[in-house]
């Protein structure tokens, strides 16, 4: 194995042994000045709103697994959420430009976008991003934005990232890819023409439901420098130890999304061949109409699976509240199997919209946990 493969470089790629100790764990710098040499001389650090080497170790490592090596241009900001990651990309813009959104998105970017962008004067359209027709039809001469989720978040619409690139190029935008749900191990937007990518580190980076960030990462060298001025003058950077819990989850994550995959698919299966399940959403099912083009573009499918029950929101409402391993709760892409309504959990913001998701539709996050444990555990709740 040479030194760029994922798995090394998720445990090598800004982790260094310390210089002082040798300690083979990056060190949790819990500090928030740095003594200097003499004013302005100081040793790369001076205030950790500007730089932590917590941080910075996560940056690099991150950067890292999206393809941008420390040599090349561009590189990673780390945030304190995704939503902090989202609202920085926002700073970029300016009144008058306009984004384009997948009518599919998460109900936090939505909210982001139409109440507090369109706040200042920034303009957005939603449309079907799985088709180049489509795409086209929501951008205008003001497109500063185009915004891809892939899988989407919850009916996991699968996105041609190259073809979105294609037209953001064409129309002078920008393209941004919010690679939570697939996370870099399955996934590479950079490579297919990406200009940002997006991740909310509560999840798959992370891994274990125990810390809250975000990250930007691109291989544009200018549009990392403003990213870097804007983290530093706006200041929504992770503390030092939610950025050690990140570096410590992303050394598991090849292992972890393997289980995930695996678990998903299985259970996606189960639900398919079920009669008191009426519609499941899995990009890794050949049925799904994303199936080819994620099989093209990812290297596995993921650990979330959305479906509807063959009852209504009765028996959506009773599924989640009577599996014992699936927890009720939001978020996703930890160990453990999360279950939930998005219609009235996280995509609340999106009810009597376009962007409103089925009322009965239930989404799983699946863990690595025994897979035979968590179809019991949905059998059981399908009653």
Request: aromatic share 6%; proline share 5%; with cysteine.
């Amino acid at each position: 194995m040479t030194e760029d493969q994922f798995e090394t470089l998720a445990i090598h790629a800004g982790q260094e042994p310390d210089p002082t100790t040798g300690a083979v764990v990056v060190p949790i710098y819990a500090t928030s000045t740095y003594a200097q040499q003499s004013p302005g001389v100081h040793k790369g650090y001076e205030y950790s709103r500007t730089d932590n080497p917590t941080r910075t170790a996560l940056q690099v490592q991150l950067a890292a697994l999206e393809g941008v090596g420390e040599t090349d241009d561009g590189g990673c900001v780390a945030t304190a959420s995704g939503m902090a990651a989202t609202a920085m990309i926002g700073y970029l813009l300016k009144p008058g430009d306009h984004i384009v959104l997948p009518d599919d998105a998460y109900g936090g970017t939505f909210r982001i976008v139409s109440e507090v962008f369109a706040d200042h004067g920034i303009s957005w359209t939603a449309g079907d991003l799985t088709t180049v027709g489509g795409i086209q039809a929501a951008t205008t001469d003001r497109t500063k934005v185009i915004w891809v989720e892939t899988p989407t978040n919850p009916l996991l619409r699968i996105v041609d990232i190259a073809v979105a690139a294609e037209v953001a190029k064409a129309c002078g935008a920008w393209l941004v890819v919010d690679n939570t749900f697939a996370s870099p191990y399955l996934q590479q937007p950079l490579a297919l023409g990406a200009d940002m990518v997006l991740h909310s580190s509560t999840k798959y980076l992370g891994g274990h439901s125990d810390t809250v960030g975000g990250a930007i990462i691109t291989n544009d060298q200018d549009l990392h420098e403003r990213l870097r001025y804007l983290q530093n003058a706006t200041g929504p950077v992770p503390g030092p130890f939610d950025s050690y819990l990140v570096l410590r989850g992303v050394k598991t994550l090849a292992l972890r999304m393997d289980r995930h995959c695996h678990n998903a698919a299985a259970i996606a299966q189960f639900l398919v061949d079920d009669a008191r399940v009426a519609d499941v959403w899995y990009p890794g099912l050949p049925t799904n109409p994303g199936y080819s083009v994620a099989r093209n573009q990812m290297t596995g499918f993921g650990g979330i699976v959305s479906f509807t029950p063959s009852g209504g929101d009765d028996a959506a409402r009773s599924i989640v509240e009577r599996t014992r391993l699936f927890f009720l709760a939001e978020s996703l892409g930890g160990v453990e199997s999360l279950i939930e309504i998005p219609a009235l959990m996280t995509h609340l913001s999106v009810e009597g919209t376009d962007l409103e998701v089925p009322s009965n539709l239930v989404r799983l996050s699946v863990g690595v946990e025994h897979v035979d444990d968590l179809i019991s555990d949905l059998d059981r709740a399908l009653g």
